[in-house]
């Protein structure tokens, strides 16, 4: 079974652009999560999607959005860029229940100029 | 709030030897779930190991096991005969909680820089 794929692997931006990641979970599942990782502030959650449903978000500013589609595919957008959003952003996908683990995709490097 | 700890940043181990890495956590949750993540430098997070906090037996995955120490609120990550493809940065994490119908996301500690020498 193929795993969490996301797209571009590498961004480069400058301030004030947006940019939209997209990830397509593993066939079958359903939820699919988003993290940013930096060096300064670690591994943080920025939000869940499930059957199209945005139903966990982090403490993120309003710049970050995303969306689900009905084949579960997801997809993130950042808008107004600023520096500190140079990040990895990870995407995660699981089944649907509490005990479910979620896996990984490569990530998305962006660096904003 | 639920938070993890990782007190050592970096470590060192010899091919072949056992390492284990710590991890400690806090929750006024009864039910929860303990994750460890693999990150090579390539940057995908690579799940390792699953814990349940009803779990009576500790988890075994392979070459990994995890020293689960409930009243002491620590789940610490034991590989065994390490390998030179194990140097990578290792992540403990924990399940928070759900409301709204979510799965409830995951929370990482600050991870542990594992090197193996050959």
């Known amino acids: 079974k193929a795993g969490v794929t996301q797209t571009p692997r590498y961004l480069i931006k400058t301030r004030g652009q947006q940019v939209t990641l997209s990830c397509s979970p593993i066939?079958?599942?359903?939820?699919v999560s988003w993290y940013q990782q930096t060096p300064g502030q670690g591994l943080q959650f920025l939000f869940e999607y499930f059957s199209e449903t945005q139903r966990n978000k982090g403490n993120f500013p309003g710049r970050f959005s995303g969306r689900q589609f009905s084949n579960s595919r997801s997809e993130m957008n950042v808008s107004t860029l600023e520096l500190g959003d140079s990040a990895l952003y990870l995407c995660?996908?699981?089944?649907?229940?509490?005990?479910?683990?979620?896996?990984f995709g490569p990530g998305t490097r962006l660096t904003v100029l | 709030a639920q938070k993890i700890t990782q007190t050592q940043p970096g470590m060192f181990v010899q091919e072949k030897e056992a390492v284990t890495l710590d991890c400690t956590y806090d929750t006024s949750d009864q039910s929860y779930g303990l994750f460890w993540y693999k990150q090579p430098s390539s940057g995908e997070m690579i799940f390792l190991i699953y814990?349940?906090?009803?779990?009576?037996q500790n988890a075994t995955e392979g070459r990994y096991s995890l020293n689960f120490q409930k009243a002491r609120k620590s789940a610490n990550l034991v590989i065994s005969a390490s390998q030179l493809g194990d140097s990578a940065m290792y992540f403990c994490?924990?399940?928070?909680?759900?409301?709204?119908?979510?799965?409830?996301?995951?929370?990482f500690g600050k991870g542990t820089k594992l090197s193996v020498k050959p």
């Open positions: 066939s079958g599942h359903r939820s």
């Open positions: 994490a924990m399940r928070g909680p759900n409301y709204g119908g979510s799965q409830g996301n995951l929370i």
């Open positions: 814990q349940g906090s009803y779990d009576e």
């Open positions: 995660a996908s699981s089944l649907e229940t509490e005990k479910d683990t979620q896996y």
